[in-house]
């Protein structure tokens, strides 16, 4: 048994995930404490072969696709009660998981699930619109310097490029679901916030830890409108997708939600032209694909009657 268990789902990253290792190669907290799980759903071998490298990590090679997948995959095989789950393209400080340890045993808010604070590394020029609220799609999240228990808003949750559970937390719920891959496969999962929703309505405490810090690196080739436009549509349609899994919108109400993000589509055509400011022009462009995802997305709803896994589903506010 280990205090932690780090885990890293990987899938054609062989060219960034050799810093994720050296960057645990270096990890302040003592080595006997933690283990090192890989899932790898590469379609070459180039990953495994770096991993020999590093003996003592347990690799698993996985041929099914899916985040939740891996993640699972992952999660029956730790044997560390607290789970650390990092994306493949990530910088670890040195006091990383030290940090996450001493969180979980010393912070007053006595945290199940914990998030942290995610800055982009940017591998190319950087547009300039690309600011404020637009850097989230690239992961970053920032809650400040104080610990804090997040908020009740469904997105505002840890995310799975840089997050922490403990293990028992996720037994109650059986893992990670896959239902939005199930519904979609080209959509953007969406299903970390599914999981910490559900562990939020049984009351377990989720909580924003600043020293659990890390850098998102970000190559040029997601640097770009064409990238944003095609995230946001994604986005739109799962969070569609996600809000009524998490029964904040039921079927009788989608003719109006549709009129509502329709409506939002409309204005965003018309501000955009009227933005003077970079962001703000880029903003309103990515946000009609956003509402044009998330109409998508109801209409197929409403076209299947909802039935796509109603075990899924938990009682939630309305939200818009």
């Known amino acids: 048994m280990f205090e932690l268990s780090l885990i890293i789902?990987?899938?054609?990253?062989?060219?960034?995930?050799?810093?994720?290792?050296?960057?645990?190669?270096?990890?302040?907290l003592e080595r006997s404490r933690y283990e090192v799980l890989i899932t790898d759903q590469s379609e070459d071998n180039k990953t495994e072969q770096i991993v020999i490298n590093y003996p003592d990590y347990n690799y698993y090679k996985l041929y099914l696709k899916g985040l939740s997948v891996a993640r699972n995959e992952a999660y029956t095989r730790a044997r560390g009660k607290i789970l650390v789950f990092v994306d493949d393209d990530v910088i670890l400080p040195e006091q990383y998981l030290e940090n996450i340890l001493n969180f979980f045993d010393?912070?007053?808010?006595?945290?199940?699930?914990?998030?942290?604070?995610?800055?982009?590394?940017?591998?190319?020029?950087?547009?300039?619109?690309?600011e404020g609220s637009l850097l989230g799609i690239l992961a970053y999240s920032d809650y400040g310097d104080e610990p804090i228990i997040y908020d009740n808003h469904p997105k505002h949750v840890p995310y799975g490029?840089?997050?922490?559970?403990k293990k028992s937390c996720l037994d109650t719920v059986g893992g990670f679901s896959n239902i939005i891959k199930?519904?979609?496969?080209k959509?953007?999962?969406?299903?970390?916030?599914?999981l910490a929703n559900k562990l939020r309505n049984k009351g377990y405490t989720l909580a924003y830890c600043p020293n659990m810090f890390l850098y998102h690196k970000m190559p040029a080739s997601r640097l770009n409108f064409d990238y944003y436009k095609k995230r946001y549509l994604s986005q739109g349609q799962s969070d569609a997708y996600i809000y009524y899994l998490l029964g904040f919108y039921s079927l009788k109400d989608i003719p109006s939600k549709i009129i509502l993000h329709f409506n939002r589509l409309i204005e965003s055509i018309f501000q955009r032209f009227f933005s003077k400011n970079?962001?703000?022009?880029?903003?309103?462009?990515?946000?009609?694909?956003y509402n044009y995802g998330y109409i998508k997305a109801l209409i197929h709803v409403l076209c299947k009657r909802g039935k796509f896994d109603e075990n899924s589903r938990v009682s939630g506010k309305t939200i818009i």
């Open 278 to 289: 970079s962001t703000e022009k880029h903003y309103q462009k990515i946000r009609l694909y």
């Open 106 to 130: 010393n912070s007053p808010l006595n945290p199940d699930m914990v998030g942290g604070k995610t800055h982009v590394k940017f591998l190319a020029e950087k547009p300039d619109w690309i």
């Open 9 to 28: 789902n990987t899938m054609n990253r062989s060219d960034m995930i050799g810093e994720v290792f050296e960057n645990i190669k270096v990890q302040s």
């Open 182 to 185: 199930s519904i979609d496969s």
């Open 161 to 165: 490029c840089n997050m922490a559970i």
């Open 187 to 194: 959509l953007t999962e969406n299903e970390d916030v599914l």
